[in-house]
């Protein structure tokens, strides 16, 4: 039976990207070595390193215009730290949209002083704040683009002064923005690009460099622009799957024509829960996700039901979050629109059988 993977990440990846990257487990470039056994330092893995770091920067519109791109390890979450000892002198300004926003906010209080401008934790994060003003005086301002637990996305992104960074995680590369209007982006892998174990980083020449204190090596993004992203052993089976997606995207025709079948995926599947009288959205509907869509059921007895009728259809990943609960459909870039179609028949079907 066919899976419709819905998961929020790890999640789907192209299966074209599956076929070519288990061949290269079992032989990477015609070498007779696996992608998992080559030295990180040969030419065949700089130059997947150096193709991923490229099509990162031309996917976004960044090639040749300031910006660098970098392949971590942490995750997002090293990213948190990782922001606030670079960049935090004094004082840094932050969007509290979720679980996420809050964890990096935590670890940037480690450094100095944290403006908490606006929050939309009183309605359990189902909305994204409006008619925030941004600081002048801070080092910098820090949002999170899209909220994968509440199903939340920034449409908007304010002008500022002061230097923009943003947690991309799990919208990278679905939408079309204007980038430029950032100085630095982080986003894990595991959403849009590739599996788990690698972050990628872009940030803009000229931001680092002004905050007083020593760094760590592995913690200094300078350490690791000055060494092309392979200051230590990267995650060279990540990067690579990564590079492949990237590739992907590119043939399809990049951001524009992705971000359209994203418009479609989302339009279907919240038509169905705005007309459905079995479900609810969860998030407020001028901030609704297009990569996460966050709904419950209005009657609880018909969870079992649900569950074995999405079960029946091949329906893997919609459990939503733990701390939310209710139902979670992940549509990230390499999610098929059939996915979605089979998800919203089978609640179609629920109403009917209701």
Same mark, same amino acid.
């Given at each position: 039976?066919?899976?419709?993977?819905?998961?929020?990440?790890?999640? +789907?990846?192209?299966?074209?990207?599956?076929?070519?990257?288990?061949?290269?487990?079992?032989?990477?470039?015609?070498?007779?070595?696996?992608?998992?056994?080559? /030295?990180?330092?040969?030419? !065949?893995?700089?130059?997947?390193?150096?193709?991923? @770091?490229?099509?990162?920067?031309?996917?976004?519109? $960044?090639?040749?215009?300031?910006?660098?791109?970098?392949?971590?390890?942490?995750?997002?979450?090293?990213?948190?730290?990782?922001?606030?000892?670079?960049?935090?002198?004094?004082?840094?300004?932050?969007l509290n949209?979720?679980?996420?926003? *809050?964890?990096?906010?935590k670890e *940037?209080?480690?450094?100095?002083?944290?403006?908490? +401008?606006?929050?939309?934790?009183?309605? #359990?994060?189902?909305?994204?704040?409006?008619?925030?003003?941004?600081?002048? !005086?801070?080092?910098?301002?820090?949002?999170?683009?899209?909220?994968?637990?509440?199903?939340?996305?920034?449409?908007?992104?304010?002008?500022?002064?002061?230097?923009?960074?943003?947690?991309?995680?799990?919208?990278?590369?679905?939408?079309?923005?204007?980038f430029s209007?950032?100085?630095?982006?982080?986003?894990?892998?595991?959403?849009?690009?590739?599996?788990? #174990?690698?972050?990628?980083?872009?940030?803009?020449?000229?931001?680092?460099?002004?905050?007083? @204190?020593?760094?760590? /090596?592995?913690? !200094?993004?300078?350490?690791?622009?000055?060494?092309?992203?392979?200051?230590?052993?990267?995650?060279?089976?990540?990067?690579?799957?990564?590079?492949?997606?990237? @590739?992907?995207?590119?043939? $399809?025709?990049?951001?524009?024509? +992705?971000?359209?079948?994203?418009?479609?995926?989302?339009?279907? $599947?919240?038509?169905?829960?705005?007309?459905?009288?079995?479900?609810?959205?969860?998030?407020?509907?001028?901030? @609704?996700?297009?990569?996460?869509?966050?709904?419950? $059921?209005?009657?609880?007895?018909? =969870?079992?039901?649900?569950?074995?009728?999405? =079960?029946?259809?091949?329906?893997? #990943?919609?459990?939503?979050?733990?701390?939310?609960?209710?139902?979670?459909?992940?549509?990230?870039?390499?999610?098929?629109?059939?996915?979605?179609?089979?998800?919203?028949?089978?609640?179609?079907?629920?109403?009917?059988?209701?």
């Amino acid at each position: 039976m066919k899976k419709h993977n819905f998961s929020a990440g790890p999640c +789907i990846l192209p299966q074209e990207v599956f076929q070519e990257a288990s061949q290269a487990v079992l032989d990477f470039n015609n070498s007779g070595l696996s992608i998992l056994e080559i /030295s990180h330092r040969s030419k !065949d893995f700089v130059n997947v390193m150096e193709e991923a @770091r490229s099509l990162s920067l031309e996917l976004l519109g $960044l090639k040749d215009k300031g910006y660098q791109a970098l392949f971590l390890q942490g995750g997002a979450s090293m990213e948190f730290l990782m922001v606030a000892y670079n960049l935090l002198e004094k004082k840094a300004a932050y969007l509290n949209t979720g679980t996420w926003a *809050a964890k990096a906010l935590k670890e *940037a209080k480690l450094f100095g002083e944290v403006d908490v +401008i606006a929050s939309s934790e009183d309605k #359990g994060f189902n909305y994204i704040p409006k008619n925030y003003k941004v600081p002048t !005086d801070a080092d910098y301002f820090h949002c999170t683009s899209n909220n994968t637990i509440y199903g939340t996305q920034m449409k908007k992104f304010p002008t500022s002064s002061i230097p923009l960074v943003c947690d991309m995680s799990s919208d990278i590369f679905s939408r079309q923005l204007d980038f430029s209007k950032f100085d630095l982006i982080y986003a894990g892998a595991q959403k849009n690009m590739g599996p788990a #174990g690698t972050t990628l980083v872009i940030i803009k020449d000229g931001l680092l460099g002004k905050v007083s @204190r020593k760094i760590p /090596s592995m913690l !200094d993004y300078k350490q690791h622009l000055d060494k092309d992203s392979m200051f230590n052993t990267p995650s060279v089976f990540p990067v690579y799957v990564s590079m492949l997606t990237l @590739r992907w995207l590119k043939a $399809l025709g990049g951001i524009e024509v +992705i971000e359209k079948e994203n418009q479609k995926k989302a339009t279907l $599947l919240y038509s169905e829960i705005d007309i459905n009288p079995l479900f609810k959205g969860y998030t407020a509907q001028e901030d @609704r996700s297009i990569m996460n869509a966050t709904f419950n $059921l209005t009657n609880d007895s018909l =969870k079992e039901e649900f569950d074995k009728m999405c =079960k029946e259809a091949g329906i893997n #990943g919609i459990n939503g979050h733990r701390s939310v609960g209710g139902y979670r459909a992940s549509m990230y870039n390499a999610l098929p629109l059939e996915s979605v179609e089979v998800l919203v028949d089978v609640m179609s079907d629920l109403e009917r059988k209701a």
